[in-house]
């Protein structure tokens, strides 16, 4: 792993400087249940509970929901009247967070004081380690990658991507692998799997030749205010940052594209839609680039976590719609939860989005196979932190992050 100086820096001002989670947002005592759905009525009662405030659906697969002190009582009371079978897995979410943000200032601490600045998966990057390593690269492989600021969010900041390519980091000669992770904030083991992808097809390109018989268009963290406030405010943030009304902040980038897109009232929900299609300047930058590519994408991937799920399009409807193409997507999905297996990943299930997870519509991946017309569009799960959801210890980084990287090589060598 090569030698990034401004790395260092980073995690140097990290350590002794103001701390950055001073006023982080307490789930003390917010407890996780576990709670089996096995039919659809009972996926129809349990929706009641969405889009209330104090309750967070976390994997509507397994339905894992997060819910706040104040309505717990409330909620296994009526989990009992309803006959749910569930249990408690996360007794106080805070404790969680709280040996995450330990690991990670211990982790600074040592690191700066050894002086070591090589780049590793063994911590949770930054908005500033991402971008810094992304421009190291780009100054030391200018005939591999080219970075580029595709747009500007809300609060300034720039969303990032990376073009890998043999023709001197041009994309778009040879079919294209396009993929954009952390675009729900809170979802840090995503972006550190496209950050593990992006570093072994760049300083170990030699060793992925099959790989770079196509070009790759990355954007590593597609919501970077969200992402920023997950570390310095409130780790469970998903949404962007943009001012959705007085009380209320951000829309859901993942329900914000123009695909059958809804409306929806609810401005405080995690999953608001914004008042129109692309009405975000994250949405509007990642269209621009994808529209840059169009139907020369062989494989779309919008990177989430988390369940272990490889998804395929059309998610916005029940019963749902397939691509027409689906058995072709289904066929290259079972090749890379095969892949995955192989190395010792959890075995990963493939399916339509809204038979295996749940219906949306103004989804990323809908709008790929629907609009740009990408032979093949998937939403990948990435494997969690066990009980612990979105907070995948720190520690298990790499071994998710190599186990993943497997799915990437699959699609990229068979789509």
């Known amino acids: 792993m090569k030698y990034c100086a401004a790395v260092v820096v980073l995690l140097a001002l990290a350590v002794f400087g103001q701390s950055a989670f001073a006023e982080q947002v307490s789930y003390r005592d917010y407890k996780v249940y576990s709670i089996r759905v096995d039919t659809v009525e009972k996926h129809n009662v349990l929706k009641r509970w969405q889009d209330v405030r104090g309750v967070d659906f976390w994997d509507r697969a397994g339905y894992r929901v997060m819910i706040h002190p104040s309505l717990q009582e409330a909620f296994e009371r009526f989990l009992n009247l309803n006959a749910f079978s569930y249990e408690r897995i996360i007794e106080d979410v805070e404790a969680t967070i709280e040996a995450e943000r330990k690991y990670d200032q211990e982790y600074r601490r040592r690191k700066a004081a050894s002086g070591r600045a090589t780049v590793d998966f063994e911590h949770f990057w930054t908005n500033a380690e991402v971008n810094a390593y992304l421009d190291e690269l780009a100054q030391t492989y200018p005939n591999l990658v080219r970075v580029a600021t595709i747009g500007t969010t809300h609060e300034g900041r720039p969303i990032r991507s990376i073009t890998i390519s043999t023709n001197n980091g041009v994309a778009g000669s040879k079919p294209v692998v396009f993929i954009d992770g952390g675009i729900h904030a809170r979802e840090w083991a995503g972006v550190m799997s496209v950050l593990y992808l992006i570093h072994e097809l760049v300083e170990h390109s030699s060793s992925y030749?099959?790989?770079?018989?196509?070009?790759?268009?990355?954007?590593?963290?597609?919501?970077?205010?969200?992402?920023?406030?997950?570390?310095?405010?409130?780790?469970?943030?998903?949404?962007?940052?943009?001012?959705?009304?007085?009380?209320?902040?951000?829309?859901?980038?993942?329900?914000?594209?123009?695909?059958?897109?809804?409306?929806?009232?609810?401005?405080?929900?995690?999953?608001?839609?914004?008042?129109?299609?692309?009405?975000?300047?994250?949405?509007?930058?990642?269209?621009?680039?994808?529209?840059?590519?169009?139907?020369?994408?062989?494989?779309?991937?919008?990177?989430?976590?988390?369940?272990?799920?490889?998804?395929?399009?059309?998610?916005?409807?029940?019963?749902?719609?397939?691509?027409?193409?689906?058995?072709?997507?289904?066929?290259?999905?079972?090749?890379?939860?095969?892949?995955?297996?192989?190395?010792?990943?959890?075995?990963?299930?493939?399916?339509?989005?809204?038979?295996?997870?749940?219906?949306?519509?103004?989804?990323?991946?809908?709008?790929?196979?629907?609009?740009?017309?990408?032979?093949?569009?998937?939403?990948?799960?990435?494997?969690?932190?066990?009980?612990?959801?979105?907070?995948?210890?720190?520690?298990?980084?790499?071994?998710?992050?190599?186990?993943?990287?497997?799915?990437?090589?699959?699609?990229?060598?068979?789509?």
């Open 209 to 415: 030749a099959d790989m770079l018989n196509k070009d790759w268009v990355i954007i590593p963290v597609a919501n970077p205010d969200g992402y920023e406030f997950s570390h310095t405010d409130n780790r469970m943030w998903r949404k962007n940052r943009f001012p959705a009304t007085i009380l209320c902040t951000g829309i859901d980038l993942n329900r914000n594209w123009d695909y059958l897109w809804v409306f929806s009232s609810n401005a405080c929900s995690d999953s608001y839609a914004g008042t129109t299609a692309f009405s975000e300047l994250e949405t509007q930058a990642l269209d621009r680039v994808l529209k840059q590519y169009g139907s020369n994408i062989a494989v779309y991937l919008a990177v989430h976590t988390y369940g272990d799920m490889i998804l395929y399009p059309y998610g916005h409807s029940w019963p749902f719609v397939p691509v027409t193409n689906q058995a072709a997507h289904i066929a290259l999905g079972e090749q890379a939860r095969d892949a995955i297996t192989a190395v010792g990943g959890p075995r990963y299930v493939v399916g339509n989005s809204a038979e295996i997870l749940y219906t949306a519509n103004g989804c990323s991946d809908d709008y790929v196979a629907g609009v740009i017309g990408a032979r093949y569009a998937y939403t990948l799960e990435l494997t969690g932190g066990g009980r612990n959801g979105f907070d995948l210890p720190a520690t298990e980084i790499m071994a998710v992050a190599t186990q993943t990287f497997q799915i990437y090589r699959t699609m990229a060598n068979n789509a």
